[in-house]
């Protein structure tokens, strides 16, 4: 039996692919991960006002990514047993918090505290509002991921970029202005919650469609190929992180731009990010998810590890084309995990997500230590070798997508 049919009262709920919701909460992604990336768009700010050490600045990170990481798969597995359809605003009211805390804390114990804060409603939103997308698709798994991730990169582009018009020209209390940015996406998310909650009340009414894995793959095989996911994840956060948290600094370094125009430089590779996860979820589905992996991760090899031999205009042309190439990974990984556990959504959704900012955080730590007892440009050059890891890739196996009956 299709769940997606009409609700009465509410003929508009589960009816096919829900592009309003889809569209709300790629929105909504894109208001997140935009108050996310201010964080790191701060640190030339922070670092000059404070006195901070790379290597501060990388626990910064790591304890931002660790409690955005660490709690998801708890809250993904959580939802899977018990959908909570108004968690999702609850957790943006988290970010609300730790955005007030953050624009006017005094000191680096409280700079930790607030990111925490921030993080935390990061690791309440993300999980399930991958479960609402995977609800809202109408059996378009891959589109409705793409938006909702498109979203998500789109706000990583636009927070540093927000971040040079509004915190380097006015201060660190400007970062308050960004709470408007949550109250905003609590809003909306209310919205969805009420949707979500009509849905759950037809889902039960149709005693809820069994999902069934189409793959034929045997426990070992699926943890096999989990582990190889893994390592990419491992593979692009690594790299990304690095480019994230000190692509700004290896430019004012090595070219002596301004940190104004260093920000506008790193909007380009984030916005080059957001085109990248569009453009994987088309291609996954037209050539198969496991070769936009594999073409995703160490197809950006050769323009990653040209980057630390250019001048700038082609520094920052390799960047943007290495972050439209490395960018696809994701949506494809993600999808990819869940029709190999489709019954498990949330939790793979948490545990992925997880993942990614917490092998992001950990990278952001390991290379702040590595510059502080380096350099900047050593980091730089190391970081560009880790898409050759995407050859493992080849080692996927190849499975058809999960089928809902």
Known sequence: MNVLTKLKGHPRVGEGTA????????????????????IPAMYPLLKDSFGFTFAQIGVITLIFQLTSSVFQPFVGQYADRHPQPY????????????????????????????????????????????????????????????????????????????????IIPYGQHAVGWFATAALLAAMILVRVGYWYSLLLVRMKQAHRAVRTAAHGLSESAVRKAMGILVMMLFSKYFFTSCMTSYFTFYL?????????????????FLAALAAGTLLGGYFGDRYGRKYVILFSILGAAPFTLA????????????????????????????????????????????????????????????????????????????????????VIAVFLPDIKPAKVN
């Open 87 to 166: 968690s999702l605003a609850m957790g943006m009211g988290f970010t609300l918090v730790g955005l007030l805390i953050l624009a006017f804390a005094p000191n680096y114990w409280v700079i930790l505290l607030s990111v925490a804060v921030i993080g935390c409603g990061s690791s309440v939103f993300h999980p399930e509002a991958s479960r609402v997308a995977q609800m809202a698709s109408g059996g378009k798994k891959s589109l409705a991921q793409s938006i909702f991730q498109v979203g998500g990169n789109g706000g990583s582009a636009i927070g540093p970029l927000l971040a040079a018009l509004i």
């Open 252 to 268: 004012i370094e090595k070219f002596g731009v301004t940190v104004q125009a260093s920000q506008f430089c790193l909007f380009a």
């Open 19 to 38: 592009y309003a919701i889809l569209f709300s909460m790629g929105f909504c992604h894109l208001l997140n991960d935009m108050i996310q990336s201010v």
């Open 307 to 390: 980057l630390p031999y250019l001048n700038l205009f082609w520094t920052l042309v390799m960047a943007i084309l290495s972050g439209l190439i490395i960018a696809s990974a994701f949506s494809a990984i993600l999808v990819y995990a869940t029709d190999l556990k489709p019954d498990k959504v949330g939790m793979v959704s948490g545990v992925f997500f997880g993942l990614m900012f917490g092998l992001g955080g950990i990278g952001s730590a390991f290379f702040g230590w590595l510059a502080d007892k380096t350099s900047i440009e050593f980091i730089f050059n190391i970081s560009t070798l880790l898409p050759l890891l995407g």
